[in-house]
């Protein structure tokens, strides 16, 4: 009986061992941002506007990220990320709860890493990367130069919206003498017309010491089945990025040549974007300027200045102030943060808060 007891301890002990082992190997965060900022804007719709607007500085989401230690250097990966608008306590989605990233994969500390799933682009990584991401060049944030020149369907805030495509697969290499690759291809699923709607985009990094740059490209068929109709082409963006850390400032540039944007048709354009970053202790100073080159029948350009200062709490909490002016000539309506003036001009000032968790 003495044998038995012991042997069922052993054993027991064993198993629970192998458990833990196992547990050491693996794991599941819940992270996620929350963002919330009292906006004036001079003109939407034709009168000023103040309220409280969702993520002027960080769009708000929660998440799960996980991964699994599978030896070798090798790893299973995954995201699920949902966008949540403060003001409201709505999700930032009504189509899809997982609206901004839902991706899973594999990662080796040789090969790099292959996910599979809703992604962001590597165009957008790394726009958002040289120009300082929230502070410039994102949809809803304070500083996003989302004029509609022309049409609506413009994509001249050199975000390369929108910056995540369904059904995609994405590959991101190791970083080689300072070199690193990532592409991405994504399946149209049209029935019957394998072409419809596919995406490639690639882009080369290169990062040494202080010096960081890119060059991108990407692609996207028009969605329907039989090809571009009329009013529709190709969708087709050239990137060129380049970033220097002087420790006391960063400076990031980015420009874009942009054709048939949104796969609508000679919705063309040039983009430049210029962000300097000033660290001081707690504190962040930025500024930067937008110029965008319609090169549409309309000649519609835009001009936009932006300023912001944050202050961190805390590692994870940060106060922030932005203040833009936008304006777009030839009769062109100013926007941003999505909010659509009645004319040409803008101002907006914000101020919020942003706690990450």
Not at 236 to 260: C, E, I, P, S, W
Not at 295 to 308: F, H, I, K, S
Request: charged fraction near 15%; proline fraction near 2%; charge should be positive.
């Amino acid at each position: 009986m003495k044998k038995s007891t012991t042997a069922i301890g052993v054993g027991a002990a064993a198993f629970f061992a192998l458990g833990s082992a196992c547990a050491n190997t693996s794991s599941v965060t819940l992270y996620g941002l929350a963002d919330i900022a009292f906006t004036h804007s001079s003109n939407k719709g034709g009168s000023s506007f103040n309220g409280l607007e969702n993520g002027r500085f960080f769009a708000s989401r929660v998440g799960f990220r996980g991964q699994e230690d599978l030896g070798g250097g090798l790893r299973a990966i995954f995201v699920m990320e949902s966008g949540v608008d403060l003001d409201t306590g709505t999700s930032s989605s009504s189509a899809a709860f997982f609206n901004r990233q839902a991706w899973v994969g594999m990662s080796s500390a040789q090969w790099g890493a292959l996910t599979l799933g809703r992604q962001t682009s590597p165009l957008f990584d790394n726009v958002a990367k040289f120009t300082g991401g929230p502070t410039f060049g994102i949809n809803g944030a304070a500083v996003d130069g989302v004029a509609l020149p022309g049409s609506a369907a413009g994509r001249f805030e050199n975000t390369m919206s929108p910056p995540r495509f369904n059904n995609s697969i994405k590959y991101t290499s190791q970083r080689m003498e300072g070199f690193k690759v990532i592409g991405m291809y994504g399946f149209g699923e049209v029935a019957g017309e394998a072409s419809a709607g596919q995406l490639q985009t690639v882009v080369v990094d290169y990062n040494k010491g202080p010096f960081d740059a890119a060059v991108g490209y990407f692609s996207k068929n028009c969605p329907n089945a039989g090809g571009c109709t009329a009013d529709q082409g190709r969708d087709k963006v050239l990137a060129l990025l380049g970033g220097y850390d002087f420790k006391l400032a960063h400076v990031g540039l980015v420009y874009t040549r942009q054709n048939h944007a949104k796969n609508v048709k000679d919705m063309n354009a040039d983009v430049w974007t210029v962000r300097v970053l000033v660290p001081y202790g707690l504190w962040n100073f930025s500024a930067g300027y937008h110029l965008q080159n319609d090169r549409t029948v309309a000649n519609q350009d835009v001009r936009q200045l932006n300023l912001g200062v944050s202050y961190d709490l805390s590692k994870r909490s940060t106060l922030y102030s932005f203040y833009s002016r936008q304006r777009v000539s030839n009769g062109g309506i100013a926007s941003m943060g999505l909010m659509n003036s009645s004319n040409s001009k803008q101002n907006q000032l914000v101020a919020g808060i942003r706690h990450f968790f």
